[in-house]
C-alpha cells in the first residue's frame, strides 16, 4: 500500500515538473521579445465657430417647420399690446374715451419701427474670413463651419514630418500627463486646452528604420483628445515650431496614408 502511495506521489510530482518546464519561458525567448518606445499624442481641435450652411433642402424643411410655428403659436405681449393700442387710438379719435398724452408717448409701433432700424444696420460678420482668402493655415481664423486640428513638424529619423503632437513617455508619468507636458513643450503655454479624459483615443504603432535602431524596435502612440478653451489664443507668433491647423479633408492630404488611417478612427 505504502509503494502505491509513494508511486503515485512520484508520478504528480514529475507531472507538475514537466508542466512547468513547459509553460516558463526560457531566458533565451524573454530576451528576444522586441522593446517599443512609448509615445503619448495629442489631438487638438477647434471646435466650429458658426453652423454649417444649410443645404437647399434643409433651408426648404426649416422655413416649412418656421410657417407651421407661426400659424399655431400664440399672440406675443407686443402684438397684444399692439392691438390695444390701436383699438384705443379708435376710440380716441371717436371722442369716446380720453386718455393722458403720456399713455402714448411710446407705442408698441414706436418700438417696432425702432428695432426694423436698427436690423436694418446690423450686418453680420462674413463666413469666408480673409485667412480663407489668403489660406493662411496658421491661422484659426479660418474654416469657421469645421473642425481643425493641430499639426506640428516633428523631426523622425532624418526627417520632418508634420503629425499630432507627439513625446516620448518618462518614467514616473501617467500617459495623460506625458500628453500635457508634451503640448507645453512643442507650443508653449499660449495655448489652452482641455483634455477629455485620461484614457487614450487611439493608437498608431510605426518600425525605425533598421540603421536607426539601437535599443528599440519602434515607437507606440497613444493619443489623448482635448479642444480649445480660447479660439484667439493661438501659438506664439514668435514661436519656432511649425504647425497647421487643418481640415478633415486636408488632413487626408497632409498626413501618411497609414498614419492618416489611425488618426481618422477618432475624428468626429
Known sequence: MRILVNRSLLNVSRLLSARTA???????????????????GVLVERLPIVTKTL???????????????????????????????KQQLELLKAGKIDLDSEALKQTAQDLEDAYNEEF??????????????KNDIRSLDRKLEETLVLLVEQKLGAK???????GLHKKGESMRQTAE?????????????????????????????ANARTEATGAKVFFFRSVLKDTNANIASNSKVKYQWLS??????????????????FLL
Open 55 to 85: 443645404e437647399p433642402i434643409e433651408a426648404k424643411f426649416k422655413q416649412m417647420l418656421d410657417q407651421i410655428e407661426l400659424e399655431k403659436s400664440l399672440k406675443s405681449n407686443h402684438e397684444l399690446r399692439k392691438e390695444t393700442e
Open 181 to 209: 507636458r508634451t503640448l507645453k513643450e512643442c507650443c508653449g503655454e499660449n495655448l489652452q486646452v482641455t483634455f477629455y479624459g485620461n484614457a487614450p483615443i487611439g493608437f498608431y504603432k510605426y518600425k525605425y528604420p
Open 22 to 40: 513547459t509553460t516558463l519561458p526560457s531566458p533565451t525567448a524573454a530576451q528576444c521579445e522586441p522593446k517599443w518606445d512609448l509615445y503619448a
Open 160 to 166: 520632418s514630418h508634420y503629425l499630432l503632437p507627439q
Open 248 to 265: 478633415q479633408e486636408e488632413l487626408k492630404k497632409q498626413l501618411q496614408q497609414s498614419y492618416y488611417q489611425s488618426v481618422s478612427q
Open 120 to 133: 436694418a444696420r446690423f450686418k453680420p460678420a462674413p463666413r469666408v474670413t480673409e485667412a480663407d482668402e
